[in-house]
């Protein structure tokens, strides 16, 4: 089977530049485009980029020219959007309306209410809506986001438990890699012997999506579920892989022996399906109270799956645990293109 | 005045240092004597330690010799113990047995029935309890416990809180410093590109001293303070400095006007006394959602003033707030001169 | 005595900001205005700047207005410029030529034909040159550089060895502090888990601008000193202090106690003056092969002084040893403030 | 083919770990005696070891029983020693003696007269000392050294120039990755914020090792290199990686091209005969002013190779660039592995 050409938007950011390590070797999608800025655009990837990867840039990919992010620059069916928020908010719809399948890693429409955002392994139904929003849009293509890099951790473990044991509160404290700023992104002189709170809008984020995302699809809307999270984040001297205390209370008091039952026996669609970049298992349990830690588990699924620990009892909702993931790869660009390998699975993308 | 003459147990660690930094100028203590383990005892102070301030160790302190930790080898009537647990559990009651008045870091007898664990604006009140323990054991000398490096600044904020609206649930996450293990504590190996969770018993202490310490002294016993608090503990690749998160509930509720009210009104005996070591304000409430921040805040009140920040409503509980306090001043060896300053005022210790 | 009213130019980076907190309690200098680029003229400075030190922003100076880095905006006959390289071309002739005595910590101009380059200790002579640059510009003001940061302590380590020795060739490697590039500077990605290596610029500033600092000053032209330095240099990830590890041949062979005692007897016109910046000593001579280290080292002498250790034979060059000092103290701001005290104290500046 | 059964001494340690992260694949190779201390002794590895590297613990190797670190205890023809030199000086040539193969990373027997110390590419000839070796000590078996992990790869981008126009002298000034000192090695209150100066006995290593490896095998005894090393050593807060700053003068002055071609052109036996952990090329030349880079740069050939960049002209020697290798796989373990796999290649282990 030739593979399906696809670009990249924002391609010279650290995110791209993570879209590019991923699809390189991919076995379905070839990446033909590279989509950039005016600084960028017309001049050779590799004179463009400042590759801030551990693994080398790929001299195929290095060769091939910048082109300038604007429909009708690309004929690649498939389109992953590294695009920061101010660039992302017109230019995805302007590439959804020019015929483009857009899977967005940007945040500006994740929460509108046709746009579906999607964990392949927890709402893949919600897919669905792309149709809805072509007919009310008037797109041949289409927007599918991912969800913020701390949200796709956090629900990736709690919709096992969901599943089983009904949530109902979420406590979630972050420690989160400099990586999830981008690049230049978080100055060193923050993030030297100290740690820096977030900003607000972050904690946002992880308190509505993950709202959106394990709730329901109802024909042509979405009804959000029905839980709530308090969120305390903070970005910590770490490259890759965000740390997450979690506390949990259930509708359905698990025992720990079921929670972690709930874990190590999840297995939705990506891994029947052995879509490529799914990680299998998607959760991983680890055990011992110093575990997770980033460095030493944010790999786990080759980057993809979600590293779980820690399971004890919380003094004031039921349990708490902890949560290990990588950021840039299944909290960004691995989520883009596991969503898309679903939709290519399924014949919507051809 | 002529100055207390004090003797500092363990005074070749970090912590010890730190008591030495704190004493070396103290208007009112003397440091006479310096007790170690074998390995450094006999030997110049200046050669037997590995220095790791960033003050430089005084001159003074350098040509002292080290004495041996036992009791016989010290006048001084007022102690300072940075021992470590393992040898604090049974030197530290022989050394008060000999008659020392001994101001413990350490964490074996914190929660012993008679022995009063103090922050000295919050519970003064329970030093009283050295005289139980006196006719208890039958000791000329005693024991009095200050707190835990994050428990110390955790109760600091919450405290103000507590007589204002009544403390119901504490929720809190903590990133700590490398600096509260000591040296040579974690391995650099761990910390690099890395955060490490802290173990259940750091966990355990966060969660059980506050209740002893914002508890009632009732004659001859003390009396839990009647809160829950849920900790989740990590370790973080920065120096000196303390990070929490905390989500609070009230029995009252109140504003963030209120809150921050009962923060900076918070005056209590060592700023009444306007002690030595006493910050004033106990506690700074900074502004912005990037503070606090532990390079930048923790020398707040020459490192005794707890830092507070980020007041916001709470999804589940009432509100939520982010705290900073230096690890090895206040937290620890600042807390303990605090303590016996307020002894001395008293005239407990003369 | 009234102080004398000093501005600050580009007050809002952080340069700026370090000659804030070294000269708001300045015996001799008051500061009355701040100025800065456009985005922050016309706020309150507390409001304009985000402030990145660790000891707090005075209040009193965060009320004040940010005016302008244009001439007329001030009265103030100093100023200390903390101008980035690119404004500072244009910007510090222009106040110099409206009169102002400008002490500049910026590049452009230090290598100029008639602007003296003077670390205080080291040639104070070559301030007379001010005279000869007023004639041939035309200017009633005047210009005076600090040299590069790193430049700075080399300099104040190798000057008594020159006196002494003469020195003849110079291999220095260099491991910098991430504060050397301003804020927001070095990415938190480049220096996390990393070094990188400096741009070729900094290693040719540091091979050039010795040779002007320790030269001849000749009536009215500079004779630079006739040694050859090759330099490797490195940043890595420290906050605050240079570390340089140095190789040095001498036209007459010391022992290594004749070297110590070169360090050690180092008194120069700063510290006969006691200027009120003026480090004494100077140099300070740590011992053990493990110091100087940056963050034990780097406020030696109030972080004014040159840190050096590690005293031992090369085995290409005669002696090798390495030293250490703040950057953006006595190699930035500090360094400005200590040329402008002698010139107060020789009259010049009144 | 069967796989040749190894062993390793010292396997619970950091390098132990990296020998088996390189051996579990290995096509030549299969692990089947973990050995290590006492403590260790008669436990299943997964329940001993604390596991810090990134890539996981193979599940086969954590189920294998740790044996004691003495003779009689392994079968093993080939021994891979990661122990630490106090051990290694006696229990290495028990082992030897005892008739075992022995590959030593450890430094005690680098420097003896009778013992090859090998960087497989340089001096693969120097492997025939071990005949010498067993005939002079009576032993069955053999020691082979590899480098120091700073040495092999300054020898690695000396010899190809060596080869080519002679080497004369060299100034090298390092920035050495933690995970040099092993595991807990150096704490993190040294190395956060900090870089510290390593100890002479490392300068001296780097200064003497490099004269015997490029030295010649003269039928029964070693004729040191006729060049002269002066070595400056830090430690740096980084994980993996040794970056070497290098001044080198030649016998014969090349120009810029020739040495890149030197660099480019050099391939050796391990690379001829692709043995399974040559790397190919084994020397990177990288372009631009910012690299090599640890992060970047480290897993370069799979952290087999040495990658050199910066090359331009020193004011002192010849030549200055800077070079990067991975410390821990070609720097130590990896460094073992070449050798034993050249010694298979050549019939002398069977």
Redesign the interface.
Known sequence: MSRIPVGILGATG?VGQRFISLLHHHPWFEITDLLASERSAGRRYGDAVN??????LPPAIADLPVKLTQPGETDARVLFSALPSGQARELEPAFAAAGHALFSNASPHRMDADVPLVITEVNPDHLDMVRVQQRQRGWDGFIVCNANCTTTHLVAALHPLELAFGVE?V?V?T?QA??GAG???????????????H??GEEHKV?TEPRKIMGRFDADHFVDADF???A?C?R????DGH?E?V?VSFRSKPSREEMIEAFVSYRQLPQQLALPSAPDPAIVVVEG????????D???GAGMATVVG?I?P????DW?F?LLGHNTIRGAAGGSILNAELMVHQGIIA
């Open positions: 650290a590759w801030v990867l551990d693994s080398p509160k406590f404290a420690l400099a990586s690049y230049p992104g978080v100055p060193a002189l923050d993030l030297i012997d100290n740690v820096v709170p900003d607000y308190e709530t999270i308090s305390h903070h910590v001297p770490v490259i740390f205390a506390s109270m110093f575990r997770p830690q980033p460095r030493l944010r790999m786990a820690r004890r919380c003094n004031i909702l708490r902890s």
